[in-house]
């Protein structure tokens, strides 16, 4: 082809960093007033069906001397840095740590839910992406923020590792908060002759076998408060979250 030179592109390092007294590694420790730290290897996980280089950065607790020692660490071997936890307000909280430390650039509050209390700040020129540590909330925000951040770095089209599906809608959906918000639901797919239908998997946003057990989820506009029984919609499943392997 007469082809000599072409132009590609690093994978973007992508660190993880754990925050909470509560949480530990050690399987040992869970249930002896610890609570096991699931969301670090599960985000990590998904990193690694991503075009980047996903590292851990460890589990810190609640003390913003050493959530602010661990971020820099992070920071300075990484393209971009995902915390989980410590993202409501609150003293001891990573939003407090970075919205204080003077960044040019910060956003907590996002038109999401479940995910509302996610956000984004710029550390040191880099992105700092806050997952929220409810199940759900950590999911949504990873796929919505962290996910097509991590595209423009790596210079990838995450829409292209979503695969789709369109379906009956089994149940009717009524929305009564959030109604202004984009929605996330969890569904099941089930097969009903020559149709597939979708039915959705209602819970609370800490559910972590809502997730594990679905095909995938629907987008719900914002201002859309109500789907109706046998409409047909698109079922989301992005390739890192059903182990599909991205392409």
């Not at 996980?45 to 980047?52: M, R, V």
């Not at 929220?132 to 919505?144: D, G, K, R, W």
């Amino acid at each position: 082809l007469g082809v000599r030179r072409i132009e590609v592109f690093r994978r973007p390092v992508v660190s993880v960093l754990a925050i909470g007294s509560e949480l530990t590694d050690d399987p040992e420790e869970a249930g002896d007033g610890k609570t096991l730290n699931t969301h670090a290897p599960m985000v990590l996980s998904f990193l690694s069906a991503l075009p980047c280089v996903p590292r851990y950065a460890g589990l810190v607790p609640d003390d913003l001397g050493l959530v602010s020692g661990a971020l820099e660490r992070a920071l300075s071997s990484s393209d971009m840095v995902l915390t989980i936890g410590g993202s409501s307000v609150g003293d001891t909280d990573v939003t407090s740590l970075l919205h204080g430390s003077g960044n040019w650039f910060f956003v907590q509050g996002l038109q999401l839910q479940p995910g509302r209390v996610g956000g984004v700040a710029v550390m040191n020129g880099k992105p700092v992406v806050m997952l929220p540590a409810l199940i759900h909330s950590t999911v949504n925000v990873f796929n919505y923020l962290a996910v097509p951040i991590l595209g423009r770095l790596g210079s990838f089209d995450p829409e292209q590792l979503v695969h789709t599906t369109r379906a009956v809608l089994a149940e009717g959906l009524r929305f009564t908060k959030y109604v202004d918000f984009r929605k996330v639901v969890w569904v099941r797919l089930e097969r009903d002759g020559e149709r597939t239908l979708c039915r959705p998997m209602v819970s609370e946003s800490s559910a972590f076998s809502t997730i594990a057990l679905s095909d995938g989820y629907l987008e719900v506009p914002p201002f859309k408060d109500v789907l109706e029984r046998g409409e047909v919609v698109t079922v989301r499943r992005p390739s890192w979250v059903f182990a599909v392997p991205a392409r």
